[in-house]
């Protein structure tokens, strides 16, 4: 009855919805909500974008956004496991809180102040000072009898006026309450030492223990001041503090996912699955969240696939883009492709230049490491890359003739050098590899997208569009 109640509820919603909510354009058949056209419009053009975007120069990113989901849904990347384990975690992090309220996290509030009050007990709490002398584990007659009677004469001392929190600065073992003056903050039973404990709560407000000792030395313990738990209402701010602080929230609805889930006898994904439907069909902001997160993954899937991943690994279409658009890659000022190194003796300055001469660049790296690295001992320390002037100080220092170069020095390896040549452009792809990869994966987009435009059929409301604010 309850399902079926959902299902007239939600499909009476919709037709709501749709009634005030036209459409602002068809995607391969699928009609798009202004209200969904417009909140990815306010999304993507918050006051914290750089390039905001007028609602016109807007519609094509929307739609080249929604043709790539069109295409990954057509691959069926939506089915992967991988896809929906991280898209349901995505969307349960937004929805989980919505199956409690306040009144559920006040009931776990309440219940933890009845936990504490039953814990601290009849004893209620104490907020002692201590002086502690460190006896050690083990340790020797003649050490315990030291302690003692240093203990002793400190506690006689204190009987005749010495202010305890001095005397606790100063004399007091325990670093952690010596700086406050021996104060180690409010306590109930079994928080410390049972021989601590005892002597603690033994003692009544303003009262001095004799010396006691613990399994770590001899206490001297005052008692400042004694209490019984306040009243829940006194704490409850403190308590709702505690429960956001330690995220218990989390805990409290996932508590209570597992128990509709065992009332429904059904899947926790099952309840979560039909409490997404059900929030979407009531909260507008909350249903394209989640398929903002639906979408989002499965763009970036396809992406991945059809572009990054594609150009990142097509080393022959690198190269060929790289050769045609040789001349768009000219640095403004010279590089030097090599190494700047420091070596542990002198010898090894010109092992390296040998070592790698003549081989290709790529390979250096592995060349030295095999070569001077290969075991416990380190002989040479090497920074290899194509350096622009200020990038590193021994090359500014040797290659550029920056005479006032901060080398930095490294402890052991006192001397120092460069092999490599100076370049003004790029004389091979993998010098701006970056670069050419980002920019071949900017001209795979584009044909990605001229084929999605001329596959998928797009139809838009232009009339509608016009009356859209920016």
């Known amino acids: 009855m309850k399902r079926l109640f959902l299902a007239i509820f939600t499909l009476f919603t919709l037709h709501s919805f749709a009634q005030n909510d036209p459409t602002v354009m068809t995607i391969n058949g699928k009609a798009i909500p202004q209200s969904e056209f417009v909140y990815s419009y306010k999304k993507n ?13 807007y519609v094509d990113l929307f739609i080249n956004y929604k043709l790539k989901v069109e295409a990954a ?9 991988s896809y929906n384990k991280e898209f349901r975690q995505y969307r349960d992090q937004q929805v989980l809180p919505t199956l409690i309220n306040d009144a559920d996290v006040e009931q776990e509030a309440i219940k933890i102040y009845n936990d504490t009050k039953e814990r601290i007990g009849a004893d209620g709490l104490v907020l002692p000072q201590h002086i502690l002398l460190m006896t050690g584990q083990n340790p020797s007659d003649s050490l315990m009898a030291a302690s003692k009677a240093k203990a002793d004469s400190l506690y006689d001392a204190l009987k005749k006026g010495t202010d305890f929190a001095e005397a606790a600065k100063k004399y007091s073992q325990d670093p952690g309450s010596a700086q406050r003056g021996g104060e180690i903050g409010w306590i109930s039973r079994g928080q410390t030492l049972k021989a601590f404990d005892d002597a603690a709560f033994s003692l009544k407000k303003g009262e001095m223990s004799q010396p006691v000792l613990s399994e770590v030395g001899y206490h001297i313990i005052k008692i400042k001041d004694k209490k019984q738990l306040e009243p829940y209402d006194s704490l409850r701010s403190d308590i709702m503090t505690f429960i956001e602080r330690r995220n218990l929230r989390q805990e409290i609805a996932k508590n209570r996912l597992k128990a ?15 409490r997404a439907d059900s929030i979407s069909a009531i909260d507008q902001d909350m249903k394209y969240l989640i398929q903002e997160y639906h979408d989002g993954l499965l763009l970036y899937e396809a992406s991945n696939r059809e572009v990054w991943e594609k150009a990142a690994n097509d080393e022959a279409g690198l190269q060929k883009f790289f050769k045609k ?28 230049q040998k070592a790698v001469k003549g081989k290709k660049f790529d390979e250096w790296a592995q060349i030295l490491r095999t070569t001077f690295n290969n075991d416990s001992v380190l002989r040479i320390r090497v920074n290899k890359g194509i350096f622009k002037k200020g990038d ?41 590899k970056a670069l050419v990869v980002a ?12 084929a999605l435009r001329a596959k998928y059929p797009v139809e838009v409301n232009w009339e509608l569009i016009e009356k859209i604010k920016d």
């Open 325 to 352: 658009n040789k001349k768009k890659y000219v640095w403004d000022e010279p590089r030097f492709k090599g190494i700047a190194y420091h070596t542990k003796d002198a010898a090894d300055i010109k092992a390296v």
């Open 392 to 432: 590193n100080g021994l090359v500014d220092k040797m290659e550029f003739g920056v005479a006032d170069a901060k080398v930095k020095n490294i402890k052991g390896f006192p001397h120092t050098a460069v092999f490599g040549k100076k370049l003004t452009t790029p004389e091979e792809m993998s010098d701006v």
């Open 260 to 274: 509709i889930a065992e009332d429904k006898k059904e899947s926790e994904q099952q309840v979560m699955d039909m």
């Open 439 to 450: 920019d071949y994966q900017e001209q795979m987009e584009k044909a990605w997208v001229e």
């Open 73 to 81: 849904l057509d691959a069926h990347y939506d089915t992967l496991t």
């Open 45 to 57: 053009n918050g006051p914290d974008v750089i390039e905001q975007k007028t609602v016109k120069e």
